[in-house]
Each structure stands twice: as structure tokens, then as C-alpha cells.
């Protein structure tokens, strides 16, 4: 599995949970396994965290449901982060939940970047506000030209995610429930809907070749 590459001598998801735990008990993480289920879940549990097992794999906005069948009843805030993301830190996830806690229903992380390529676009209003997310693998080519992306880190409000993610349907490309189509089921019935942009997007990078995982060493030399 992916987030079991390894950075700095520890999985990707090691230090992803590295910065879960600055923001919440470990007690309180639940990771959603799939595929490698037993692998990933042991680096899971070896810090703390409970796991749930996505079967089968329906999407992002499938996985979230997931997590909040195993999240208990907390009725706090939901924070989302990607097993792969290693480089990400906790002022900018902390800046989207202090968004949803000043009455955002949803708070999500963003860059702007010179060569946008595979991430999702972020489609603004008239206004400058968040309107909708559409994939890149179904995006027109006129969205296809913004060059604001998603980093695959949210916070929501736990009663209208859960209500949004009941609304999902797989009526895209690959026939999955996206998470990112929530923004945009949230902002048609009124809901505010923040949006953080990163100044340095390498806080958002992901790991899909050695070269990524290259890159990621290098910065991480550098920042000591």
C-alpha cells in the first residue's frame, strides 16, 4: 500500500499520524483501511488509533462514511487527511477547523499551482466563494484552465457532512461517491463554506513515484 512507503526511515502514514495526534487524541483517529487492510492497520493501532475496513472501495466520500460508522457518537468536528500527504502541518489543518468552529458547515485546503494536472479543481461564485469541486478526470476543459486545486484535507461539521454524504451519488467517471462532491451539495442548500489557500503547496504534496518520494526527502532535509 501506498502510505506504507517509507520517508525518513517511517511509513507515510506515520507522519500523518504524527500530525493527527498534535490535533486530537489518538483515540479519537480512525483510519480507514482497504487495500494492505492488516499491514496498514498495524501502524494504525501501533500508535493508538482504531481502524475501520473499507470493503469494497466506493470512492472518498464512501471511505468518510466509513470512518464516522467507527467514529462513535462525537458529534465534533470531522477533520479529513490523506494517508500519503506526509508534509502537511497542523497550523494550516488547525486554521480549517477554526473555520467550522466559527460556523462553517465545511473547511477546505487549497493551492494554487502553475501545473494543476490530476488534483481536483476548486470552482469559485461570483463572489470569490467556494461554489464546487469537479475532478479533473471530469472536469470541462474551461475547469480544467483553474489552476486552484484540492489538497484532500477538510473540516466539516459532523450533522451536515453526515447528511450530505447520505445524498452522494456515484454519477461520475469512475462510479464512485466522492467526498468532494459534499462542497458542492453543501453550498446548493446555503451552507457556508470556507476555503484555506497554502502558501507553499509542497504541505499538500503526495507520494505516487519514486521521484515523489525523492522530493519529499530533499524537503524534509531542508527543513531540518
Known amino acids: 500500500p501506498k502510505v506504507l512507503h517509507r520517508l525518513a526511515g517511517r511509513p507515510l502514514l506515520d507522519h500523518v499520524l504524527d500530525l493527527a495526534i498534535e490535533l486530537v487524541p489518538a483515540e479519537r483517529i480512525v483510519v480507514v483501511v482497504g487495500h494492505g ?30 470512518a464516522l460508522s467507527g467514529a462513535g457518537s462525537d458529534t465534533g468536528g470531522v477533520v479529513v487527511l490523506s494517508g500519503d500527504v506526509p508534509l502537511l502541518r497542523a497550523v494550516s489543518v488547525d486554521a480549517l477547523r477554526r473555520a467550522v468552529e466559527g460556523g462553517a ?17 476548486v470552482l469559485r461564485d461570483p463572489d470569490g466563494g467556494v461554489a464546487a469541486i469537479v ?11 483553474v489552476r486552484e486545486v484540492i489538497a484532500g484535507v477538510y473540516a466539516f461539521a459532523r450533522g451536515p457532512l453526515e447528511e450530505a454524504l447520505a445524498s452522494l451519488r456515484p454519477d461520475n467517471d469512475q462510479g464512485e461517491y466522492y467526498l468532494t462532491d459534499v462542497i458542492g451539495t453543501l453550498r446548493a442548500r446555503g451552507l457556508p463554506v470556507a476555503a484555506h489557500v497554502l502558501a507553499d503547496p509542497i504541505e499538500m504534496a503526495g507520494v505516487n513515484t519514486v521521484d515523489d518520494l525523492r522530493r519529499l526527502e530533499e524537503t524534509l532535509a531542508r527543513q531540518g
Open 135 to 145: 475532478e479533473a478526470r471530469d472536469a470541462t476543459p474551461a475547469e480544467l484552465a
Open 105 to 121: 458547515a465545511a473547511a477546505l485546503l487549497t493551492a494554487v499551482l502553475d501545473e494543476p494536472g490530476a488534483y481536483g479543481r
Open 37 to 66: 487492510a492488516e499491514q496498514v492497520a498495524a501502524v494504525a493501532t501501533a500508535r493508538g488509533a482504531r481502524t475501520v475496513l473499507q470493503e469494497p472501495q466506493l470512492g472518498t466520500g464512501d471511505a468518510v462514511r466509513v
